[in-house]
């Protein structure tokens, strides 16, 4: 009777990798749409407009000065480029919008990122209030003054 208990179980795990390894190629392959594909090719094709490389200036005031200095980072032109064009296409053509959604855009991943650097820091900081407990423990036990002290 273990003998088939162990050759079920081994069964059923050996099922149960095969399915996990499956799934985590199914999720990674990618899926072919040729509808979609012929759609962005006409829809490129439609809309060929001369390109103009945009620059920010260095000397700009206010709001412009906060999308140059987005500029200045590794791929922040394009990602500005991107962005200005997802709000034109979206109806929003304000020179201000830019930079307002690039400001809230920026806010929002500091609100994300602030409780985990929190986390960290507290964690740190535990680990050494803990390693200070411990040596003093150690040292009180082997009756020894704290250095420094």
């Not at 795990?13 to 392959?29: A, D, H």
């Not at 990618?30 to 012929?38: G, H, I, N, T």
């Not at 032109?77 to 296409?89: F, H, I, K, S």
């Amino acid at each position: 009777m273990a003998l088939i208990t162990n050759l079920l179980l081994f069964l059923l795990t050996g099922g149960t990798l095969c399915l996990l390894i499956w799934t985590s190629f199914e999720l990674f392959r990618s899926e072919e749409d040729p509808l979609s594909d012929r759609l962005e090719g006409l829809q490129s094709q439609a809309m060929v407009v001369a390109a103009r490389a945009t620059r920010r200036k260095a000397s700009a005031r206010g709001l412009d000065r906060f999308l140059y200095l987005i500029a200045l980072v590794p791929g922040g032109e394009d990602w500005l480029n991107g962005t200005e064009r997802l709000l034109a296409q979206a109806g929003i053509r304000r020179k201000s919008a830019l930079a307002l959604y690039c400001i809230f855009v920026l806010l929002f991943v500091v609100f994300l990122l602030g409780p985990i650097l929190a986390h960290i820091i507290w964690g740190i900081a535990s680990i050494w209030v803990l390693y200070r407990v411990i040596r003093g423990y150690l040292l009180f036990k082997d009756n020894r003054p704290v250095p420094g002290m």
